[in-house]
Every structure is written in structure tokens, then in C-alpha cells.
């Protein structure tokens, strides 16, 4: 083999090497770790007093209760992605969120939240341009919205502080696109806290939202939308 070859041999190989370790190291090393998924723990630990007592329960929930801007509620994306061959997740995430929710005879007999999607912000400054641009058009559909159209019926234990878990229904707006969509919810009364953290599943293609991978980047073809609603009357 000559010279030449053996420097052409060995280009390619660095290139190889840059393309895989690159991004292997900067997953592994430099990338913040994706947050992790919303759960119903995580987000009511946060409405305990600093003494670390847990507030007494309700015993009656009926009313409209309303997310309060001083909250720890959240909504966001999650997807699975595929960069140079090395395995990670996108998330992004807003508090701005206006949420309300009406219970009445033990069930809940409305509920809707807006999200304020040009607000939502991941670790990458890259992909929260291709969110607002390309992907989800934030700047032509600024909000994705949600509706309840089935009530739910609270079970007996709701007001004991205990985490319930149930269905709920309604209609989601995302980018232009509104479906019905089912999906399970948790929920739980804390002090005067009324906590519902769930996700949905996202395929892309049934919301008409453009592939969301580049060159090198894939992307599946499905997210999650998460969100976690402390409530309070």
C-alpha cells in the first residue's frame, strides 16, 4: 500500500472516529441529562411545607380550581432521538400555562389548559428553533389547548391524599390539528393542592407535523406530551 493511499485510509478512518465518538462524548459528557418524566412523587413533594409535614387533606374538593402562577406546574415534550448513531432524548418544557378545573357532585365536570408554546425551551438552542419554526409553526399556531368533553367521576378515596388514577377525554389542539384523545391521568389531593400529572402519546404524522429529524439526526415518529397541573381553589 503507498503513502497516499495510507493517508486516505487513515482520513477516513479519523472522520469515522469524529462522527461516532463526537457525539458519543457529548451525550455522555456534556449534555446535560434529559429531565425526568413527570410523575405525580415528584411534582406534590414540592407542595409540602418546608417543615416537611404533610397538610391535612380535604374533605371536600367541589369548585373550580385554577393552576396558580406560583406553582410548580409544567408542561412539555419528550422525544426519543438518535444523534450519529448515539441514543437521546429531547425535552422541552414551560410553566407558561393557564389551566382550570371544575368539580361538582364528586366528579370533574370541566377542565382545559393553554399552553403558550413559543415558551417551551430544551437544553439546545438548535432544536428550539426548529420547534418554533419548522416543526410546530408557533409563530402561524401559537397555542396548543386542551378540553375535557367526558366528565370523571372521582372515586370515594379522592379527598384521603391518596394517588387515584384514572382515564380522561377531550379534545387537544396542536398546531392547527384538534383530535379527541384518551389517556390516563394521576391525581392527588394534597392540603389544598389538587395535583394531575399525565401524558399523551404524539404521532407526528396524525397532527401534521413535519418530520422532525435533520442529517444525522432521526427522530421516532412519535413524542409525548407531558404536563404536570398543581391546582389550587
Keep these: 500500500m503507498n503513502k497516499p493511499t495510507r493517508l486516505i485510509i487513515s482520513a477516513v478512518v479519523v472522520v469515522g472516529l469524529g462522527v461516532t465518538v463526537g457525539p458519543w462524548a457529548y451525550i455522555n459528557f456534556i449534555k446535560d441529562d434529559a429531565p425526568a418524566a413527570l410523575d405525580i412523587d415528584s411534582t406534590t413533594n414540592t407542595t409540602i411545607d418546608s417543615d416537611d409535614t404533610v397538610p391535612a387533606p380535604l374533605t371536600d374538593t367541589s369548585g373550580d380550581w385554577q393552576v396558580s402562577p406560583n406553582t ?19 425535552v422541552g418544557r414551560t410553566k407558561d400555562v ?8 364528586n366528579a370533574v365536570t ?44 372521582l372515586p370515594a378515596n379522592a379527598v384521603s391524599g391518596d394517588v387515584i388514577t384514572t382515564d380522561a377525554t377531550g379534545e387537544l389542539t396542536l398546531r392547527g390539528t384538534t383530535k379527541t384523545v384518551t389517556f ?19 404521532v ?13 439526526i432521526s427522530v421516532d415518529p412519535q413524542g409525548l406530551l407531558e404536563f404536570a397541573l398543581v391546582f389550587t381553589r
Design 184 to 202: 390516563p391521568v394521576e391525581a392527588q389531593v394534597q392540603g389544598s393542592t389538587f395535583t394531575v400529572v399525565g401524558n399523551i402519546t404524539i
Design 204 to 216: 407526528f404524522s396524525e397532527w401534521s407535523i413535519p418530520e422532525p429529524g435533520l442529517p444525522g
Design 98 to 105: 393557564e389551566a382550570a378545573l371544575t368539580i361538582a357532585n
Design 72 to 90: 410548580d406546574s409544567v408542561v412539555g415534550y419528550r422525544v426519543k432521538e438518535i444523534l450519529f448513531g448515539q441514543a437521546t432524548e429531547g
Design 110 to 153: 370541566a377542565a382545559s389548559f393553554t399552553v403558550q408554546m413559543r415558551t417551551l425551551t430544551s437544553d439546545a438552542a438548535k432544536r428550539d428553533g426548529q420547534f418554533n419554526g419548522r416543526i410546530m409553526d408557533v409563530a402561524t399556531h401559537p397555542t396548543a389547548t386542551f378540553s375535557l368533553t367526558q366528565p370523571i367521576t
